[in-house]
């Protein structure tokens, strides 16, 4: 087969240019939107990583990665527990910093074609990480790589940097009627 047939090769060369893009908001399917991003992706040959800030228990979209997506690789950087955000535990922040690190070497090894960052405006707006490290990130990302940023309160510098932002707004939420945490909904 002619090298250039190879999908993913295919796709590099339409990817001039690697894009910023950051899923925010208060309303529901920041993160299944990222996850949606990376399945179109996968399907055309990428490699693609997702680091998950602030999280520690496997998703359906990890379970599911494990099971049939050997391309998409899922690291949890957090606890399963909630974070408060005026009194962060030193292993919220821990986790966190090790996540970002982790970030920074993936983006910068060209071992990916995507990568995400779930969360990770909440963990600089929580400020268990330097919202500097994060700007200087993506500063720094090679031109061709994708690069996703979700979580509620994306701050305007990381606003500022993005090609695409889209903010989830809340019209209604099924939590507000009583509807509990639901396997295949919100895990
Ligand atoms: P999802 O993971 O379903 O795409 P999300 O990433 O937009 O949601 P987060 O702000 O990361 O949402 O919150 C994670 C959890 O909170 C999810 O279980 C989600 O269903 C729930 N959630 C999201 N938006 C709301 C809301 N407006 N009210 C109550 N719960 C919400
Ligand atoms: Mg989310």
Do not use: W
Not at 128 to 157: M, N, S
Not at 162 to 182: C, F, L, Q, S, W
């Amino acid at each position: 087969m002619n090298a250039a047939m190879d999908p993913r090769e295919a796709v590099l060369k339409r990817h001039r240019k690697g894009l910023v893009q950051v899923y925010t908001g208060n309303g529901k399917g920041k993160t299944t939107a990222a996850f949606g991003q990376a399945l179109r992706a996968i399907g055309q040959g990428c490699r693609v990583l997702v680091i998950q800030f602030m999280k520690g228990r496997k998703y359906g979209e990890f379970l599911a990665a494990e099971k049939y997506l050997p391309n998409l690789a899922i690291r949890l950087s957090g606890l399963d527990s909630f974070v408060m955000r005026d009194n962060p535990a030193p292993l919220d922040i821990e986790l966190a910093r090790q996540g970002l690190d982790l970030a920074r070497q993936a983006v910068l090894s060209g071992d990916y074609d995507m990568v995400i960052l779930d969360e990770i405006n909440v963990a600089a707006d929580f400020k268990l990480i330097p919202l500097a490290d994060v700007l200087a990130l993506i500063r720094d990302k090679p031109a061709g790589l994708d690069l996703i940023l979700t979580g509620r309160y994306a701050p305007p510098e990381i606003i500022a940097l993005a090609d695409t932002v889209t903010e989830m707004r809340e019209i209604r939420h099924h939590y507000n009627a009583g509807v509990k945490d639901r396997a295949g909904i919100e895990y």
